[in-house]
């Protein structure tokens, strides 16, 4: 039971460079969610899914897209990347809606140069 | 108003001592709050959830949730140098357009001190 894997731990991109950040689970979790978190900030959501084929935009989704074509996956696609999307990047899944805990990925160092 | 909101810090006491980390929230609807720990470089960790007004104890934390004033606080009471960290707020939204969102405040630094 691997919980959530987040590839690549680290990355460098050059602006105007796309990636896709991957995210698993094998918990059979509906709820998923794409953070990003500045240098001493807190954590800010880009995008969350509810289920497979549902997602909605969280705080900060300029830049970035999501997609669930199944319940596992969560992937989060980088499209021109900006020096400004430089930040570590944790994606997060959760059983229910309600009295559970999220459990969270080991994260994603991208710098954009 | 944003959302979710923590104390700003960083907060900084001596070991022994009780530190009080508080949030604020604003969806009154939200049934569901949690108190994530991280460490620098780590992921968030669950140290406590809370759900029905009142307090709720675990070793030497205390989460305590007031609805009618939208406000929920972490209690560590002897603090150690391994409390000190990096402490979220999150609330679950509970309904409309957004539901199921989980939104974390900005997150209050704590330093224990010998």
């Known amino acids: 039971n691997a919980g959530v894997t987040q590839t690549p731990k680290f990355r460098i991109l050059k602006i105007g460079q796309s990636m896709t950040l991957q995210c698993t689970q094998d918990?059979?979790?509906?709820?998923m969610y794409w953070y990003r978190q500045d240098p001493g900030m807190g954590l800010k959501l880009i995008y969350y899914?509810?289920?497979?084929?549902?997602?909605d935009k969280g705080e900060v989704p300029n830049g970035y897209n999501v997609s669930r074509s199944t319940t596992e996956d969560f992937p989060l696609r980088l499209e021109l990347a900006a020096p400004s999307q430089t930040s570590v990047y944790f994606c997060?899944?959760?059983?229910?809606?309600?009295?559970?805990?999220?459990?969270f990925g080991q994260g994603t160092r991208l710098t954009v140069v | 108003q944003k959302e979710v909101e923590q104390n700003s810090g960083p907060l900084s006491v001596p070991e022994g001592a009780i530190a009080s980390l508080n949030c604020t929230y604003s969806?009154?609807?939200?049934?569901?709050f949690f108190w994530y720990r991280q460490y620098s470089g780590k992921s968030p960790e669950l140290i406590m959830f809370i759900y029905s007004n009142g307090d709720k104890e675990d070793g030497r934390f205390t989460a305590q949730l007031n609805k009618a004033s939208q406000y929920v606080s972490l209690l560590i009471r002897d603090s150690q140098p391994s409390d000190s960290a990096t402490y979220l707020c999150?609330?679950?939204?509970?309904?409309?357009?957004?539901?199921?969102?989980?939104?974390f405040g900005q997150g209050t630094i704590l330093t224990v001190h010998p």
């Open positions: 918990m059979n979790h509906n709820y």
């Open positions: 899914s509810v289920g497979a084929g549902i997602t």
């Open positions: 969806d009154r609807g939200s049934q569901s």
């Open positions: 999150a609330v679950i939204d509970a309904g409309g357009t957004s539901y199921g969102k989980l939104t």
């Open positions: 997060a899944s959760r059983r229910r809606v309600e009295r559970t805990e999220a459990f």
